[in-house]
C-alpha cells in the first residue's frame, strides 16, 4: 500500500509544476503582448497603430525634411514634404525607434502669398533658412503624433542628450548608414542595438526612400495622418469654421501650377493635365457636381485660384464659402499659405460631400478624370465639351 501511495503522489507534484509553469509563460506572454503593438479604435486621434514602448533608440534624417538628397538647396511644397515626413515617421514606426524631427520645415515661395520671404544678399546660409522656414510645430501637434510614433525636435534638450549618449558610446552609439534597408536597419544586430541610426549618409531624399508607395499594405500611415496631427490652434480654427458653416459640401480646385503650359518647337502649348483647365472652369464644375450636389447647398471652395470672383457663377446654384469669409478666426492664428492649406484641409474633410480635383482613390468625387501624376507626356490643352447641364 504504501508503494501505491507513493506512485501516487510523484505524478501529483509533477502536475503541480507544469500548472505553475503554463502560468508563468502565460504571464509572460501577456506582459510581452502588452508592450507591444496596440490597436485602439476609441478616439479620432488614436485611430491608428499605437505604440506604447520603445526602447529609448532614435532614428535621425536630417535637420530638413527634404535633405539629405537633391532638394537641400530648396524645397519642394507641402504634400511632397509630407510624403516624405511620412516616410520617416513610418521607418521610425518599423524599427520602434523614436523620430528625430526638424524643429523648422522650409517653405517653398511658390506657394506661400502669405508674408511673403525676403532673402538679403548679405545674410548668411543660416539667416536665409530661418527667413524661408516655419517653426514644425506651428504646423503639427507633436504631443499627439507621439501617440502614434513618438517623435522628439532636433532642437530638444532630450536630443542633445541622445547627441551625447551615443558619441561616448562610439561605434556603439551611432551608425550613419546609406544604402540600408529597414529591414536589415531591424534585423541585423550590427544596426538593431545602436542607440542612433543617422540616415544623413545617405544621397536620397527621405521621399525617394519610399518609392513603393503604390504597395498599399508596405503603407504604415496612411495619407489622412498628418493632416489630422495639425497643431492644436490650426484645428480648433477649422472647428470653429465648420461650425458655422453647418451642413456643407465642398470641393478644392487646384488650378495654378497645374495648367501651366510650355510650347513644343512648332510653337504649340502643351500641358500634363489636358482637360484640367476646362475641368476647373465654373461653367464645367456646376456640370460635373449637379449629380453629387444639391441646388441651394452650403459649397465651401479651396483653390489656388488668383482672379477675383473666377467661382462667383456658382452662386447661382449653391451658397458659395472661402476661407476669406473667416478672416476673423485664421487671421490671427497663420502666418503663411502652409497653415492656411491645412486648416481648409481639415474643413474638406469635414463636409457632408468632398469633391477633389484628381480621383486618387476609386471612391473618389472628383472634378476631372486626368490622372494626377502624368510627369512626362505634354498634350494640347482640350476645351470643347458639353456645358450644358
Known amino acids: 500500500m504504501a508503494f501505491n501511495r507513493t506512485l501516487k ?25 502588452l508592450s507591444s503593438v496596440v490597436f485602439t479604435t476609441d478616439s479620432p486621434k488614436s485611430q ?139 534585423e541585423n ?14 544621397p536620397l531624399s527621405w521621399f525617394m526612400e519610399c518609392k513603393d508607395r503604390n504597395n498599399r499594405s508596405a503603407i504604415m500611415l496612411p495619407y489622412s495622418f498628418l493632416p489630422s496631427m495639425a497643431s492644436k490652434k490650426l484645428r480648433e480654427a477649422a472647428d470653429k469654421i465648420k461650425a458655422l458653416l453647418g451642413d456643407y459640401d465642398a470641393i478644392h480646385v ?28 465654373p461653367e464645367f464644375i456646376r456640370c460635373r457636381i449637379a449629380k453629387w450636389v444639391a441646388p441651394g447647398r452650403t459649397l465651401f471652395i479651396a483653390s489656388n485660384e488668383r482672379t477675383p470672383g473666377f467661382f462667383s457663377s456658382l452662386s447661382v446654384r449653391y451658397r458659395l464659402a472661402y476661407s476669406s469669409n473667416y478672416s476673423h478666426i485664421i487671421d490671427p492664428v497663420i502666418e503663411n499659405n502652409y497653415q492656411l492649406f491645412m486648416i481648409e484641409r481639415l474643413i474638406l474633410r469635414g463636409a457632408k460631400r468632398f469633391i477633389k480635383t484628381f480621383k486618387e482613390d476609386e471612391t473618389d468625387l472628383s472634378l476631372s478624370d486626368d490622372p494626377k501624376k502624368n510627369t512626362k507626356k505634354w498634350q494640347i490643352p482640350v476645351y470643347d465639351g458639353d456645358e450644358t447641364c
Open 9 to 33: 503522489g510523484k505524478p501529483k507534484a509533477v502536475g503541480s509544476r507544469i500548472v505553475v509553469l503554463g502560468a508563468t509563460v502565460c504571464a509572460i506572454a501577456l506582459l510581452f503582448l
Open 254 to 281: 487646384r488650378r495654378g501650377d497645374k495648367i501651366k503650359t510650355r510650347k513644343d518647337r512648332f510653337g504649340v502649348s502643351r500641358t500634363l493635365h489636358p482637360h484640367l483647365d476646362r475641368d476647373t472652369r
Open 189 to 202: 544586430n550590427q544596426y538593431s542595438n545602436l542607440m542612433l541610426i543617422n540616415r544623413t549618409a545617405s
Open 48 to 186: 491608428y497603430i499605437k505604440y506604447s514602448s520603445y526602447d529609448n533608440k532614435y532614428l535621425y534624417w536630417g535637420t530638413r525634411i527634404d535633405c539629405p538628397g537633391k532638394h537641400c538647396g530648396s524645397c519642394e511644397g507641402l504634400g511632397h514634404q509630407e510624403s516624405s515626413l511620412r516616410c520617416a515617421l513610418e521607418e521610425a514606426a518599423y524599427l520602434r525607434r523614436t523620430f528625430v524631427m526638424p524643429s523648422r520645415m522650409c517653405i517653398n515661395p511658390i506657394h506661400n502669398k502669405k508674408g511673403i520671404l525676403h532673402r538679403s544678399t548679405n545674410a548668411t546660409s543660416e539667416d536665409q533658412w530661418a527667413a524661408s522656414s516655419c517653426a514644425m510645430d506651428s504646423l503639427y501637434d507633436a504631443e499627439l503624433m507621439s501617440e502614434t510614433v513618438p517623435v522628439i525636435f532636433d532642437n530638444s534638450k532630450e536630443w542633445y542628450k541622445v547627441l551625447s549618449t551615443s558619441m561616448k558610446l562610439g561605434d556603439r552609439g551611432v551608425a550613419h548608414v546609406a544604402g540600408v534597408s529597414r529591414v536589415e536597419l531591424k
